[in-house]
């Protein structure tokens, strides 16, 4: 066989390369997880902490957490929605759904801590303020977490 079956380099296998039968040891992938929290599709916006996500692999990566609901605010209704690690908020900000928001369509939160470590607990704190309108329905939120074996 000679040396052209030698050492590939560092990040020239990609997935096409790989069969689908592979059987690869899970401990050498990066695994990713989209927890999803939602509120009843006909209930108005509740205050709440949830547990969404523990890491499980050594190191992640947080790379995306969003929010929307079913129906949208009404008034000044206002929800606002944080993801937390540990107690310790990982935005710039929170997410806040009022009357600008529209059905279904996700609001991208902004993320200021990325990183994650195994037994880190993510969670969600939800505030809701009626104000003079209708609090939206049907909340719901996600996060995109990749966390390594």
Do not use: W
Not at 33 to 39: I, L, S
Not at 45 to 52: K, N
Not at 111 to 120: F, I, P
Request: negative net charge; glycine residues 10%; contains cysteine.
């Amino acid at each position: 066989m000679g040396s052209f079956y030698g050492s590939l380099t560092p990040g020239t296998v990609q997935d096409a390369d790989l069969a689908a039968s592979a059987n690869l040891d899970p401990t050498k992938m990066r695994h990713q997880y989209c927890p999803v929290f939602a509120q009843a599709n006909s209930a108005a916006a509740s205050d709440t902490g949830r547990v969404i996500h523990v890491v499980k692999g050594t190191t992640g990566t947080v790379v995306a957490f969003r929010a929307g609901s079913i129906v949208a605010a009404t008034g000044n209704a206002t929800v606002t929605i944080d993801l937390k690690k540990n107690g310790t908020t990982m935005l710039s900000a929170v997410i806040t759904l009022d009357s600008g928001n529209t059905a279904y369509i996700l609001e991208e939160g902004t993320l200021s801590v990325t990183a994650v470590a195994a037994g880190d607990v993510l969670t969600l704190v939800i505030v809701a303020t009626v104000g003079t309108g209708a609090l939206p329905t049907g909340l719901f939120a996600e996060a995109v977490v990749r966390e390594d074996a």
